[in-house]
């Protein structure tokens, strides 16, 4: 079982994300704010991150940054979704991939599985 942290601040996106991480027997840690990311992600020893591009209280960029800057938490892969193409300014920011939203699920779970399996 591999514990994922799930980042978004729409309920029911967070609700499906999380049924579907369920389905595919991870487990499943969820927060709303970027605030929330770090702490969570070291408290947690997530093996990944999965978050919104826009979260309330502001983009996740900071959290990514925060991420890759300590040395505990650098290694995680991190997957940002957004519904406006971002990709290049959060692969600046260090993440491992960047998914537009809306995605299918298959398509989600195979960037899953290529990040962990990147690991």
């Known amino acids: ?11 029911v996106m967070l609700g499906l994300l999380e049924t579907l991480m369920d389905l595919e027997g991870h487990q499943v ?9 770090v702490p969570t992600a070291k408290r947690e020893n997530v093996a ?3 978050m919104d591009y826009n979260l ?5 960029l900071g959290a990514l940054k925060d991420l890759r800057s300590d040395p505990d938490l650098a290694h995680i ?3 940002v979704a957004s519904g406006m193409d971002h990709k290049i300014e959060c692969t600046n920011a260090g993440a491992n991939g960047f998914m537009l939203k809306p995605f299918r699920p298959a398509a989600l779970l ?3 599985q290529t990040l962990l399996q990147q690991q």
């Open 1 to 11: 079982m591999v514990k994922i942290l799930v980042a978004d601040d729409d309920r």
């Open 56 to 60: 309330t209280g502001g983009n996740s």
């Open 110 to 112: 195979s960037e899953i």
């Open 29 to 37: 840690i969820t927060v709303t704010t970027p605030e929330a990311i």
């Open 48 to 50: 990944m991150v999965l």
């Open 77 to 79: 892969p991190v997957l």
